[in-house]
């Protein structure tokens, strides 16, 4: 889920991201912060998806989604604003068992905004996991840290598994500084899943370092 945070004038490479993206090969790729320039440069990447949700923006809060999984829907929402999208999809396991992704980047708090339309997104999508008999992976930068109340009331009412519990501290912000890095970029999964491998990549140019995991469908018991 690698951030693409552009400053203004500048452009990083995208090499990396495509090397990343070849050598992981994930049936799901999400990515936040796409803008124009980059659904055009990560069309490359775009041609190995053959299922694709890209919406661009230029306020930070771009989308794009590709899956090689089969696929019921995917809809773009908009849950606390109206210029910032979330997403949500239904896609199958290859045996054919359904599942739900949602992919998240609600606003962050700053010097004159709370944390009300970043906590009222998070709590529709973990009422929507609680609620909704599929099992559900929750993806995204979603600008709190791992030990906030807002992500455990996330967690508590979801009903969803953080995979870095006995893991490690996964700190993804600020890409540039490794010694003051925070875990913003989060993934949650409820227990159909289990995690295999979770892991942090290597810098992309982008203010956040990208993460991947690899997870594994849990058989029911008889």
Same mark, same amino acid.
């Given at each position: 889920?690698?951030?693409?945070?552009?400053?203004?004038?500048?452009?990083?490479?995208?090499?990396?991201?495509?090397?990343?993206?070849?050598?992981?090969?994930?049936?799901?790729?999400?990515?936040?912060?796409?803008?124009?320039?980059?659904?055009?440069?990560?069309?490359?990447?775009?041609?190995?998806?053959?299922?694709?949700?890209?919406?661009?923006?230029?306020?930070?809060?771009?989308?794009?989604? #590709?899956?090689?999984?089969?696929?019921? !829907?995917?809809?773009?929402? &908009? @849950? $606390? %604003?109206?210029?910032?999208?979330? =997403?949500?999809?239904?896609?199958?396991?290859?045996?054919?068992?359904?599942?739900?992704?949602?992919?998240?980047?609600?606003?962050?708090?700053?010097?004159?905004?709370?944390?009300?339309?970043?906590?009222?997104?998070?709590?529709?999508?973990?009422?929507?996991?609680?609620?909704?008999?599929?099992?559900?992976?929750?993806?995204?930068?979603?600008?709190?840290?791992?030990?906030?109340?807002?992500?455990?009331?996330?967690?508590?009412?979801?009903?969803?598994?953080?995979?870095?519990? #006995?893991?490690?501290?996964?700190?993804? !912000?600020?890409?540039?500084? &490794? @010694? $003051? %890095?925070?875990?913003?970029?989060? =993934?949650?999964?409820?227990?159909?899943?289990?995690?295999?491998?979770?892991?942090?990549?290597?810098?992309?140019?982008?203010?956040?370092?990208?993460?991947?995991?690899?997870?594994?469908?849990?058989?029911?018991?008889?």
């Amino acid at each position: 889920m690698p951030k693409a945070d552009i400053p203004s004038g500048w452009k990083p490479s995208t090499n990396t991201l495509r090397t990343l993206a070849e050598s992981r090969d994930p049936d799901i790729c999400f990515l936040v912060e796409i803008d124009d320039w980059w659904a055009e440069t990560l069309k490359p990447i775009a041609g190995r998806y053959p299922h694709l949700t890209v919406l661009p923006q230029d306020n930070g809060y771009g989308l794009w989604f #590709g899956t090689r999984l089969p696929i019921d !829907f995917c809809v773009v929402r &908009r @849950l $606390a %604003r109206p210029e910032i999208p979330s =997403l949500k999809a239904s896609l199958r396991l290859p045996d054919g068992e359904p599942f739900q992704f949602f992919g998240l980047h609600p606003e962050p708090p700053g010097p004159i905004q709370d944390t009300e339309d970043r906590d009222a997104e998070l709590l529709i999508v973990a009422r929507e996991m609680r609620d909704e008999p599929k099992p559900s992976i929750v993806a995204g930068d979603l600008n709190d840290v791992a030990w906030s109340r807002t992500n455990a009331s996330f967690q508590r009412t979801s009903r969803a598994l953080d995979p870095r519990r #006995g893991r490690g501290f996964f700190a993804t !912000f600020h890409a540039d500084y &490794r @010694l $003051a %890095r925070w875990p913003l970029d989060h =993934l949650f999964h409820t227990h159909e899943f289990a995690t295999e491998t979770l892991g942090i990549l290597p810098h992309i140019g982008s203010d956040h370092l990208p993460v991947f995991a690899r997870l594994c469908s849990i058989e029911k018991s008889a």
